[in-house]
């Protein structure tokens, strides 16, 4: 039985460690989708199985997105002081010569230094975890007074029942224009209505009217009276002349007579 090396017995854990540490990750990212689908579901009135189905089409692909990470360099990317190390040893780990083992020996020294709560992220988890008991918290109220956002599938049936009522029965004979000179086709028959408790008794006749036009006088002769206007005289203003004193008057009318002259 061949003995294996203690560098291949700490890189095959450390793996494991990683390994198992992506599957839980998984496993939670997967519980919270679920959570979510089922709250959707429960609002939209959406049988829990498609549910079932897309959480489980997500937990396979995200779980092989978070296998292709469980690898060497990946615990060198946490590690620092392992790198290119620990992917040397792991490629080197059958060789015997002095050199190998003694990076054999140098890397399981700071391979005891690794811890698995390093690949966890701590942060994520605990808003997962906040995420989950949120949800349940929401379905175990929706549950118990059964709140629906959406019918989904009545909706879906009523459009997919959904049928035109075809074209509308239209009486062609209404739509016909008739000509007629009779006004009470136009205005209406005479008719009783009752407004409140009292009867008024209304009738409309648009032939009454003030004017008759067929009513024509003939053209009767104006006679006008010639008058010749009364003679027009022009009168000094005897107003102007009271106001300005005499001793003043023929000074101004002076004045008057040079600016009419210009």
């Known amino acids: 039985?061949?003995?294996?090396?203690?560098?291949?017995?700490?890189?095959n854990e450390a793996k494991s460690a990683v390994l198992q540490v992506a599957l839980f990750q998984s496993l939670l990212d997967t519980i919270v989708v679920f959570f979510l689908l089922?709250?959707?579901?429960?609002?939209?009135?959406?049988?829990?199985?498609?549910?079932?189905?897309?959480?489980?089409?997500?937990?396979?692909?995200?779980?092989?997105?978070?296998?292709?990470?469980v690898t060497f360099a990946g615990i060198e990317s946490k590690f620092p002081e392992l790198k290119e190390e620990l992917i040397t040893v792991a490629d080197n780990w059958r060789d015997n010569s002095e050199i190998v083992s003694a990076l054999n020996e140098e890397v399981l020294q700071k391979m005891h230094n690794i811890k698995t709560s390093a690949f966890l992220n701590l942060g994520k988890l605990t808003r997962e975890i906040l995420v989950m008991a949120v949800i349940a918290f929401i379905l175990i109220g929706t549950a118990a007074w059964n709140v629906k956002f959406l019918d989904l599938q009545q909706a879906v049936h009523d459009i997919r029942t959904f049928k035109d009522h075809g074209p509308y029965d239209i009486n062609q004979d209404l739509l016909k224009l008739e000509e007629s000179q009779n006004l009470s086709n136009i205005l209406g028959n005479k008719s009783i209505t009752e407004l409140g408790s009292k009867q008024l008794d209304l009738q409309i006749n648009p032939i009454m009217s003030d004017v008759n036009i067929g009513k024509i006088k003939p053209v009767e002769d104006e006679r006008f009276q010639e008058v010749a206007p009364r003679e027009i005289?022009?009168?000094?203003?005897?107003?102007?002349?009271?106001?300005?004193?005499?001793?003043?008057?023929?000074?101004?009318?002076?004045?008057?007579?040079?600016?009419t002259r210009q």
């Not at 939209?44 to 549910?51: D, F, N, Q, R």
């Not at 005289?233 to 600016?259: G, L, M, N």
Request: charged fraction near 20%.
């Open 38 to 69: 089922l709250l959707g579901c429960k609002l939209l009135t959406i049988p829990l199985a498609y549910g079932f189905i897309i959480a489980l089409i997500y937990a396979i692909v995200h779980t092989r997105a978070n296998l292709k990470e």
């Open 233 to 259: 005289k022009a009168t000094s203003d005897v107003s102007f002349e009271e106001q300005i004193p005499k001793q003043y008057q023929r000074i101004v009318k002076t004045h008057f007579k040079e600016i």
């Open 1 to 11: 039985m061949p003995v294996i090396k203690p560098i291949a017995k700490a890189l």
